[in-house]
């Protein structure tokens, strides 16, 4: 048990997808695991433990941008032996070819700061995803019908940003969406010699202003939900 997790010891799988949502690790873990437990309700951030393929998986949300992140992959690393730390979660697209519900899997994640850049002082860290995660979330991708993207993303830390003209430098070079967790979860899978991966489904769109309607959201999910178990497991 630790400040942000109750789980007892032993109660959380090596392996753990993390969406932002509590509610959509409760939603991914009662459709896709076998005999899924509540193993973390502690301020409504449920988590859930069950089994996928006969291997434990725990679910666990996140909250939504990196400082709440780094709370949650720290205790799961450090506290409960996570080893691999796989965010499905949401983006917004940035580019032209990347469309609604379309499956974005992040090389890399570019931030202006995020709760680990006090430590890197003028170093410019480069977080990158794990190489073997990476391969075979692809090609469990490629088996499916969706639109799949694989480059670099940026995790920002506003939703309702002022700075437009950090998107249009992000546009620019060619990164692919946005959200708000994945830079901090490869800087400390790398700090603590982990695997991790953003798998991502495009809910709206920065240049069209298009939006996901909700039900259409469901069934991206569970895309996503699937990648990420056949690439923690292949
Ligand atoms: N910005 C940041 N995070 C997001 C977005 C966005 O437009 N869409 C989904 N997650």
Not at 213 to 231: K, N, T, Y
């Amino acid at each position: 048990m630790t400040i942000h997790i109750g789980a007892a010891p032993g109660d959380i799988a090596e392996t753990v997808l993390m969406p932002g949502d509590p509610y959509r690790a409760k939603w991914a873990a009662e459709n896709f695991l076998q005999s899924p437990r509540l193993i973390n309700e502690v301020r409504g951030m449920l988590g859930y433990t069950g089994t996928w393929n006969g291997n434990p998986v725990t679910i666990q949300g996140s909250g939504m941008g990196m400082p709440s992140l780094s709370i949650y992959a720290n205790e799961l690393i450090r506290d409960f032996g996570a080893k691999t730390l796989i965010r499905i979660g949401s983006c917004g697209g940035m580019q032209p070819q990347v469309k609604l519900r379309d499956v974005i899997l992040a090389m890399t994640a570019t931030t202006v700061g995020s709760p680990s850049q006090s430590m890197f002082r003028e170093m410019n860290f480069a977080p990158v995803a794990d190489w073997s995660l990476l391969q075979a979330a692809a090609k469990a991708a490629q088996s499916r019908e969706v639109g799949l993207h694989v480059g670099g993303i940026y995790s920002s830390d506003t939703f309702y940003d002022e700075r437009p003209d950090l998107n249009e430098q992000m546009v620019r070079h060619g990164i692919l969406g946005v959200e708000m967790e994945a830079a901090e979860l490869y800087t400390l899978a790398a700090r603590y010699q982990c695997r991790a991966l953003a798998v991502l489904t495009v809910s709206d769109h920065l240049g069209t202003g298009e939006a996901l309607p909700s039900d259409q959201r469901e069934r991206s999910f569970g895309d996503m939900v699937e990648i990420a178990l056949e690439a923690a497991f292949s």
